[in-house]
Each structure stands twice: as C-alpha cells, then as structure tokens.
Nanobody, 121 residues
C-alpha cells in the first residue's frame, strides 16, 4: 500500500560524493519522520539521518557533518547528500518513512528495498 523507491546509489572513490533520493507513493494520508538507515555486511542496520515533517534533523555521529538529509513534503520525497565519503560508509542504504495511510489512524514504519553504496579506497 506504500512503496518507497530509492535511487542514486553506486560506486565512488573515497572523498567523493553521492546523493540518494527516495520517493514514497501509494495511499498516503500523511508522513511523519523520514530518513535513511544503512547496513554493512555482518553488521546491524543503523541510523544515518532522519528528518521530521517540520524539518528537524538527527544524524549519526558517523555522519559527522558530511551528510545532509532533506525532504520535500509536497512530493513525499527524502534525500541524502553524502560528501567526503569513506570506505567505511560502504553499505546498503535504506529509505525509511513513518506513514499513515488514508482512512487509517495509526502510523507505521515503511522501508525501501535498499540501494548499494560502495566507496573504494
């Protein structure tokens, strides 16, 4: 009923930049928080950055001023600009949104399928 579709992953050299985008579609009533998580091989999924509907942001320490999350409420999209990428940023990045469907009163976590980001040294 809700689809989150990511784009923008790929392979980049250390020090480079990538921009991830995610669009939510379906029977959406409203969206609270949106953001990005990532999962490296052999590790648990971890928060990268989130943004509230009002624009308040939260970042993992590892994002360290290198990443910027933004959203467009009118288009139900969220983006992650990643600069000064490091090999340790290599992971599958997942889009996240807390979504309330039309005619439903509660919010539910929704996830994209993931996009691979590989940073070579």
């Amino acid at each position: 009923q809700v689809q989150l579709v990511e784009s923008g992953g790929g392979v980049v050299q250390a020090g480079g930049s990538l921009r991830l985008s995610c669009a939510a579609s379906g029977s959406i009533g409203s969206i609270n928080d949106m953001g990005w998580y990532r999962q490296a091989p052999g590790k648990q999924r971890e928060l990268v950055a989130t943004i509230t509907r009002g624009g308040d942001t939260k970042y993992a320490d590892s994002a360290g001023g290198r990443f910027t999350v933004s959203r467009d409420n009118a288009k139900n999209t969220v983006s992650l600009q990643m600069n000064s990428l490091k090999p340790e940023d290599t992971a599958v990045y997942y889009c996240y949104a807390s979504v309330r469907l039309v005619l439903v009163f509660t919010f539910r976590d929704s996830w994209g399928q993931g996009t691979q980001v590989t940073v070579s040294s």
